[in-house]
């Protein structure tokens, strides 16, 4: 609360340097320079349950590590630049490929603009990006310049190792993660099924458990992209036989992509009841502004298709009744605030509409979404925003366990993993809060 209170004063008297209600892109270094900041980053973190791993790891250290990997090509599409190691001429609509080795060698610079294309970053994000499709459109195009490069299987490796360093490191100790599990490629152009890039995953994450013995480890949520009905049906289909494989960790099933532009939970229903039923359901839902169209129903259905939690539920507080069954029927909401703000739902976070839920004890965990797209390194930094701006200015570390301890609770963990995962994270709770208590005493 001390800590608070002082920056919250500061930002009172000098509005324009208070991060709480600044845009992340201007706010990043001020609230790196606070004191609140190193705080949440020790804090314990508990689980993260909404992010896309594809846009998860920091964009500097894609640029540092992988793009000096040999054999890293770059082109330009209409849509962009595509990065990729594949051989053999794809269909990414380029017509010359370059190797990053011999460019980086002739061009000044050659890092900084290279992170560009994986980064929305922008001084003056509201000239750059005025509109949300604009906006959306940036977005989805680093998605498309990255996953070829992601699917090359040594990047792969590399990638999603430092995924969960940059988790363990922020102090998460768990995460259910979202992927489309992209076919894995490798240096003679040999294409795995998606059976290998689960295998990979499954690797991965037993050699860095063994490694970091207090870290649970990840699963992961399967993903469609909502945009077609063709794509929604295979990736139904390609969910049904990996989560029988798999059933312990592709535990469950959602449909990504600009919910506004995309094929609404209602229009594919009969797709969607196609789903086992030992499937666990993690639909996006309320990620727009558009009170009462079409889009807006998928709040609603998410809740009647009996989903395990929401992402985002941005719109909800629009849906009283809605309201009313996400609580009654224990349905969390998984708040990404840099993400909508980022991606243009809206300005000052104290406008967000998790203030509301926080009022009325909605069930909710903080998210980071697609921190390497946007500069923020693990969720510190929507924890930040949390506590600073959704948080009424007299609420402290009692809200903070509160959403610390929701990201355990409402994880989908077995009941064995929870309670070990519950009681690893009250030892560390405790460790934490007594060095923050040495260090206030040693500072006074
Ligand atoms: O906030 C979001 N809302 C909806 N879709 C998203 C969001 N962030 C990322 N993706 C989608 O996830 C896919 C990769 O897993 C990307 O294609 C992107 O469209």
New binding site residues.
């Given amino acids: 609360m001390n800590l608070k209170e002082k920056e919250l004063d500061r930002g009172f008297s000098h509005e324009d340097q208070n991060p709480a209600a600044l845009h992340f892109f201007k706010a990043k270094s001020l609230i790196e320079k606070g004191d609140v900041f190193p705080f949440l980053k020790k804090m314990p973190k508990g689980a993260l349950l909404h992010v896309?791993?594809?846009?998860s790891v920091s964009s500097k250290w894609v640029i540092k590590n992988l793009t000096y990997m040999t054999g890293m090509l770059r082109c330009s599409s209409s849509k962009g630049d595509v990065f990729t190691f594949r051989k053999l001429k794809q269909k990414h609509g380029c017509s010359y490929y370059y190797k990053v080795s011999e460019e980086r060698n002739w061009s000044r610079k050659y890092d900084e603009k290279l992170e560009k294309s994986i980064n929305l970053r922008a001084a003056y994000p509201e000239m750059v990006f005025p509109n949300l499709g604009d906006i959306w459109t940036r977005f989805?195009g680093m998605?498309s310049t990255f996953n070829d490069a992601f699917a090359y299987v040594h990047a792969f490796r590399r990638y999603i190792w430092q995924m969960l360093a940059e988790l363990y490191s922020d102090n998460v100790m768990y995460a259910e993660v979202?992927?489309?599990l992209p076919e894995l490629y490798d240096q003679n152009g040999k294409i795995y099924p998606k059976e290998f890039t689960v295998r990979e995953y499954i690797n991965i994450n037993k050699n860095f458990v063994k490694k970091y013995g207090d870290f649970l480890g990840i699963k992961i949520i399967y993903?469609g992209?909502r945009h077609d009905l063709n794509t929604i049906k295979t990736s139904i289909k390609e969910f049904k036989q990996l989560h029988k494989n798999f059933p312990d960790f592709i535990i469950g099933f959602d449909l990504?992509?600009?919910?506004d532009k995309g094929k609404t939970l209602f229009s594919v229903l009969n797709e969607l009841n196609d789903l086992p039923k030992s499937a666990k359901l993690f639909f996006?839902g309320g990620?727009t502004n558009w009170f009462g169209s079409v889009m807006d129903t998928n709040l609603l259905d998410a809740i009647l298709l009996k989903t395990k939690r929401i992402?985002?539920g941005y719109a909800l507080a629009k849906h009283p009744i809605l309201m009313e069954k996400v609580i009654n029927k224990e349905i969390a909401l998984e708040v990404?605030p840099i993400?909508n703000q980022v991606?243009n739902l809206v300005w000052d976070l104290r406008n967000h509409p998790a203030a509301i839920y926080l009022s009325k004890n909605i069930p909710m965990t903080i998210t980071n979404?697609?921190p390497g797209f946007w500069d923020a390194q693990g969720v510190t930094y929507d924890f930040y925003y949390a506590i600073m701006s959704l948080a009424p200015n007299d609420a402290g570390i009692r809200l903070l366990k509160g959403l610390v301890w929701n990201s355990l609770n409402y994880s989908v963990l077995t009941y064995g993993e929870k309670q070990r995962g519950l009681n690893i994270l009250d030892r560390r709770w405790n460790s934490f809060l007594i060095a923050a208590h040495f260090r206030s005493r040693k500072k006074a």
Avoid: I, K, N
């Fill in positions: 896309h791993d594809s846009a989805q998605f979202r992927s489309t993903c992209l990504v992509g600009q919910e996006h990620e992402g985002h990404s993400s991606l979404d697609d």
